[in-house]
T-cell receptor, first 114, second 115 residues
């Protein structure tokens, strides 16, 4: 199994809603990533988890709250988002032990904030 | 961070070989060079990775000169389905062992294959 599965595929939420994005992998990867991608732009790194601990937070606003409950799951909790937060949110995972490891990406969640 | 620079866009015709060059002047000694392909509304997909000289797999070749300050992705005989954005990444060596690398994407190259 070389898949990273993200749910839901599409999400529409109001600015007062609370929602969560989910990501799952069963490749034994101990590094997991959240990226945000706006149209016609490259993915922007948001968070990195190493061994289920947050190791990198790229100055992301607190309305985005990541969580890594175990080595296979990664969540992104959303609260009080703004319309400009509408984007494709990508999850990725990779091994930690090798410097030349590749990252596997999910298909993303298309988020629209109204 | 090792910054990468690529052409914004390239056009090619079906059946031609396409070469996309990426410059990474401040690449670190331990960094590998990785290329990803991305179709609209999909996650990036790994294409190829290398450290030096030449690497070839079933879909592409990667050429890296001795100074490693640039790399060239070569796609043989492209087809319409190769139309995508191609990203060159240079991994950042973690500050401590056990930490994940900071995989940062550059601006990417939009390749358009024409019939």
């Amino acid at each position: 199994d070389t898949e990273v599965t993200q749910t839901p595929k599409h999400l529409v939420m109001g600015m007062t809603n609370k929602k969560s994005l989910k990501c799952e992998q069963h490749m034994g990867h101990r590094a997991m990533y959240w990226y945000k991608q706006k149209a016609k732009k490259p993915p922007e790194l948001m968070f990195v988890y190493s061994y289920e601990k947050l190791s990198i937070n790229e100055s992301v606003p607190s309305r985005f709250s990541p969580e890594c409950p175990n080595s296979s799951l990664l969540n992104l909790h959303l609260h009080a988002l703004q319309p400009e937060d509408s984007a494709l949110y990508l999850c990725a995972s990779s091994h930690l032990r090798d410097m030349n490891t590749e990252a596997f990406f999910g298909q993303g969640t298309r988020l629209t904030v109204v | 961070l090792a910054k990468t620079t690529q052409p914004i866009s390239m056009d090619s015709y079906e059946g031609q070989e396409v070469n996309i060059t990426c410059s990474h002047n401040n690449i670190a000694t331990n960094d590998y060079i990785t290329w990803y392909q991305q179709f609209p509304s999909q996650g990036p997909r790994f294409i190829i990775q290398g450290y030096k000289t030449k690497v070839t797999n079933e879909v592409a070749s990667l050429f890296i000169p001795a100074d490693r300050k640039s790399s060239t992705l070569s796609l043989p005989r492209v087809s319409l389905s190769d139309t995508a954005v191609y990203y060159c990444l240079v991994g950042v060596t973690p500050a401590r062992s056990g930490s994940a690398r900071q995989l940062t994407f550059g601006s990417g190259t939009q390749l358009t294959v024409l019939p």
